[in-house]
């Protein structure tokens, strides 16, 4: 007797394209998965396995513009989706006008979400996803409410930090003989416990469904400090399951997240999924290439085998997603956010036709001044020509995670630099780029879109007066986690003028040339759970941050409009 295959997690609508759209499952057996939308659009898959798993990436054709289109899935013809019982509105696949240019743009974004509630011990505050789940729920339709994309930005899951019914299950699994940490996932199955935790989430699981989605891991999808130093990676490669743990950690983002930031075009290009979908079972090939694209970086060194960053346009907006975690330059002396090659593939994503470019960043670039300050000594301490002292700062570097882009000093000076440029328009080439010259259009608005931090704010960079764009950095963190208490007057404290002279100093009598720019805090800190909305209409932008009240509703923290 065949058998039945069923939902696992999703459907998960992740891309929406013209007349396409993408969507992600995960079932329990191999199956044919259709997904058919009002209006005739339509497409299928077969499941592709790996590991003991089933997924799929269906890209659906021939959608109406400017419509809503209420979709179902059937697995081998068996209708799964909706669910039948569901309270909840159905999902449909909305698309922009054909000729979208005047079409506003929305997008919520944030970070850092602990699985729900009931299956943590901690007591966290209500979680930012579900609250703006739920107040979309109450009239989907309204564009008001329904962003255009959630945007992502890192620690999506925690494989260090697991809820305590994922270390209960960690607990029997060691007893059984499976290697690795007690309290953290190693293997590509336990991987897919936290995402199956996380993503069934009930409201969660009906966002997911209903509003297109792109993603970018952060340090807590593999380790705590992931890649923050090289002495970092050799302490790690001394651990006896860590090689386990990096394949399964950047397999499972692959399938889990990356697959869906793809186009149709781009997904029906990428090799990997080519032969993943071509093959019986694809756990060989997940397993050789997590451990190959963990490659160490070093200076000289270009042929990355896989990029993360991605880059999309929405309306008027472009979107640059940046890895700041899986390709960094680790060379001391010589450290570096993304290799050269990767560094020009940004810039040249940079320019272009748009109106706002959104730069997508795990790690804040403009943090507190005076962590920055703190961040850059740091830096400069490490590469000293005393061993102990760069023994001392380098310690220091990984223990209290002085890993931002102010501790790769030479990349934020190229980013300050490129959005100096893009900001004054004209002719020029931008900083760390070859061959590329012209005459470009300055963008209307400039943000950079971070999480990391577990606060959010809003801050405005001076970068001279020949910069007519305005250039922002617009912090969004925690939607499910909390900073502890005993922090908060401290990373207060390191936004206050007193605090950014002092370590100044310190930093001056390093060696550390004074930043290229200044900035101001125009919005928080704010330490509860959040999620927050950026506006683009026309050349206005604005950015909200909404926070969520002890009973699990949104409730408005600060608005800023984002102009000179």
Known sequence: MPVTAHLLIGPVLRRVVGARATVWVETTEPTFVRVEAEGGAAGSAQTFSAYGHHYAIVVVEDLLPDADHPYRVTLDGREVWPLADSPYPPSFIRTRPADDAEHPVRLIFGSCREATPHATARKLPPDALDAYARRLMTDPQDPDLRPDLIVLLGDQVYADKPTAKIRKFLKRRRAAGYHGPDDEVVSFDEYTKLYLESWRDPEVRWLFATVPSVMIFDDHEIIDDWNTSSSWREEMNEQGWWRERISAGLASYWVYQHLGNLSPDQLAADPLLHKVTTVDDATDLLHDFG??????????????????????DLGRTRLVMLDNRCNRVLVRGGREMLPAQEWNW???????????????????????????????????????????????????????????????????????????????????????????????????????????????????????????????????????????????????????????????????KAGVPEAPLRWQRLAGPYFGNAVSTLRHRGAHAEMTIEGTSPDGELFEVATVELRP
């Open 346 to 508: 940004f810039v040249d994503q940079a320019h272009g036709d748009y109106d706002h470019l959104v730069v997508g960043s795990s790690l804040p670039w403009l943090m507190p001044p005076a962590i920055h300050n703190v961040e850059a000594w740091n830096e400069q301490s490490a590469d000293a020509p005393s061993r102990r002292r760069a023994g001392n700062a380098e310690r220091l570097r990984r223990m209290v995670d002085l890993e931002h882009w102010a501790a790769f000093r030479k990349s934020f000076e190229a980013l300050t630099e490129l959005f100096r440029r893009l900001g004054e328009g004209g002719d020029g080439s931008p900083t760390h780029r070859v061959g590329l010259s012209g005459a470009y259009r300055a963008p209307e608005t400039i943000s950079v879109l971070s999480g990391d931090v577990h606060h959010s704010y809003v801050a405005k960079a001076d970068l001279g007066p020949g910069v007519t764009t305005p250039v922002h950095q617009l912090t969004c963190s925690p939607i499910h986690n909390q900073v502890p208490a005993f922090m908060r007057p401290l990373m207060r404290f390191s936004w206050s003028r007193a605090a950014a002279r002092v370590t100044r100093t310190m930093a001056e």
């Open 291 to 312: 451990l190959a694209v963990d490659r160490p970086e070093s200076a000289d060194n270009t042929d990355r085998p896989y990029q993360w960053s991605f880059a999309l």
